[in-house]
């Protein structure tokens, strides 16, 4: 089974801009969750969607969405970019409903706000 | 707020020996799932080990063992026969009340060949 795919690997944005980020899950995963990772914040979470619906979200502010698709691929978006976005985001899923289920996590975008 | 501490910011051990990560996490839950993470150079951050709150055995994963202190509210990492690939940042993690992963500030490990 492929694992979880993040595109684009790496992104270089302007402040200002926005940006969209990919994640395609593990094929019959039906759960998708959004991490920042920061070295000062550490990893943070942004939020979670569960067949298309968004079932947790963390606190974050509204320049941050996210959204999933029939076939369990999500996307994030920020918008109105700034430099304290600067951070590898993590997209994870998992197999099962329950939210002690073990998560599976992509290889990351990393984004660089200028 | 449920939180996570890891306070070892850099471990160190020798190739083929054994090393201990420290984990301490503060919950008002009742029942609730640990897990260690690690994450190397690559990014993926990749599960090494979880363990139910209300099990009294500490589960154990080839040579990842943990030693978990419910009333403590201790979860350490024992890495038994260190290996070159162990090296990683490790992450230990707590679902919160709101159902969310609460996670460390990480311990980074380096394995001394």
């Known amino acids: 089974k492929a694992g979880v795919t993040q595109t684009p690997r790496y992104l270089i944005k302007t402040r200002g801009q926005q940006v969209t980020l990919s994640c395609s899950p593990i094929s019959g995963h039906r759960s998708v969750s959004w991490y920042q990772q920061t070295p000062g914040q550490g990893l943070q979470f942004l939020f979670e969607y569960f067949s298309e619906t968004q079932r947790n979200k963390g606190n974050f502010p509204g320049r941050f969405s996210g959204r999933q698709f029939s076939n369990s691929r999500s996307e994030m978006n920020v918008s109105t970019l700034e430099l304290g976005d600067s951070a590898l985001y993590l997209c994870?899923?998992?197999?099962?409903?329950?939210?002690?289920?073990?998560?599976?996590f992509g290889n990351g975008t990393r984004l660089t706000v200028t | 707020a449920q939180t996570v501490t890891q306070s070892q910011p850099e471990m160190s051990v020798q190739e083929a020996e054994t090393v201990t990560l420290s984990c301490t996490y503060d919950?008002?839950?009742?029942?609730?799932?640990l897990f260690w993470y690690k994450q190397p150079p690559s990014r993926q951050m990749i599960l090494v080990i979880r363990q139910e709150a209300y099990k009294q055995q500490n589960a154990t994963e080839n040579r990842f063992s943990v030693n978990f202190q419910k009333a403590a509210k201790s979860f350490s990492l024992k890495i038994s026969d260190s290996q070159l690939g162990d090296a990683a940042m490790y992450f230990c993690a707590c679902i919160d009340s709101n159902y969310q992963l609460i996670w460390g500030a990480g311990t980074k490990l380096i394995i001394k060949p």
């Open positions: 919950t008002s839950e009742s029942d609730y799932y």
């Open positions: 994870a899923s998992r197999g099962e409903s329950s939210y002690n289920s073990p998560l599976h």
